[in-house]
């Protein structure tokens, strides 16, 4: 049976590869350090597969077609198209077709009912992470993509919901792989609006501490209320909570909290315990 050995958090600001060379040293030294330690962890569990949470930034849907959340299904899946993310390997990026497949079969017959693709492009909000981290072994991919770019969006409480069908999925999908979950995005940032380059400390810092008390019911009320106010990047912290919901509502190890502005966002960086 398919084990889940690890489950992750990162955030994703695009600055973070598009400027790395102009950022201050002392910023890319801890950025790199906390990249490296999900990194670290990541090789330790010698993880096989990643389920990704990740926001699709206009990369594969627009307003004519726009889904709440799509499961890539694909045997593989294109590369990042940003021009920052060129260096980007593998392209194309290895899936996991049989997961993808067990994962969308396990939603539908739990009554969820997302969209697949069958060959996804991942843009940075993935692949920066997994760049980022260095991976030794590149694992194969299966990238859910929900909508946090354009509302109505789904609501807090279906994320735990969807993080928790997430768990009973690879708990029963019937190979011996080990999968770990990759969120990422989040925290405060505002991108091409009035507040751009704001970032809300104290929204961040009370977002993090609430995850570590694990309680579902605090979360809900915080980010059902809170996270809209905090940037219209914040709609992406949405992933944090489907992976909490997976972690079965378990506190986590914050690996760090860099206020940065130089990249627009509060970054932030988990390991659920
Ligand atoms: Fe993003």
């Known amino acids: 049976m398919a084990e889940l050995v690890g489950i992750y958090a990162a955030s994703h600001g695009p600055l973070i ?23 670290r962890r990541i090789g330790a569990a010698r993880v096989d597969t990643i389920v990704g949470l990740a926001p699709d930034h206009w990369t594969n849907f627009f307003l004519d077609n726009l889904p709440a959340l799509c499961i890539g299904i694909g045997e593989s899946h294109d590369g990042p198209p940003e021009l920052f993310m060129r260096d980007f390997a593998p392209s194309p990026v290895p899936g996991d077709a049989v997961l993808g497949q067990h994962i969308l079969e396990t939603a539908l017959a739990g009554d969820f009912e997302p969209a697949l693709s069958y060959r996804l492009r991942l843009d940075h909000g993935l692949c920066l992470p997994l760049s980022r981290m260095a991976l030794r072994q590149f694992p194969r991919i299966v990238p859910i993509l929900i909508n946090e770019l354009e509302p109505p969006m789904l609501s807090y409480r279906r994320c735990f919901a969807w993080g928790r069908l997430l768990r009973d999925a690879i708990a029963s999908f019937p190979e011996a792989v080990r999968v770990a979950i990759l969120a990422t995005g989040g925290l405060s940032h505002s991108i091409g609006e009035p507040a751009m380059g704001a970032i809300d400390e104290d929204f961040d810092r009370r977002c993090l501490e609430t995850f570590a008390r694990g309680e579902e019911g605090p979360l809900v009320d915080l980010l059902e209320h809170g996270a809209a106010s905090a940037g219209n990047g914040a709609h992406e912290i949405r992933n944090w909570a489907v992976a909490h919901g997976a972690a079965g509502g378990r506190s986590f190890d914050l690996i760090d909290y860099i206020l940065a502005p130089e990249v627009y966002v509060g970054c932030a960086y988990a390991a659920w315990r």
């Open 17 to 39: 590869a598009r400027d790395w060379d102009k950022l201050p040293d002392a910023l890319k030294q801890r950025l790199g350090a906390a990249y490296g330690e999900l990194g």
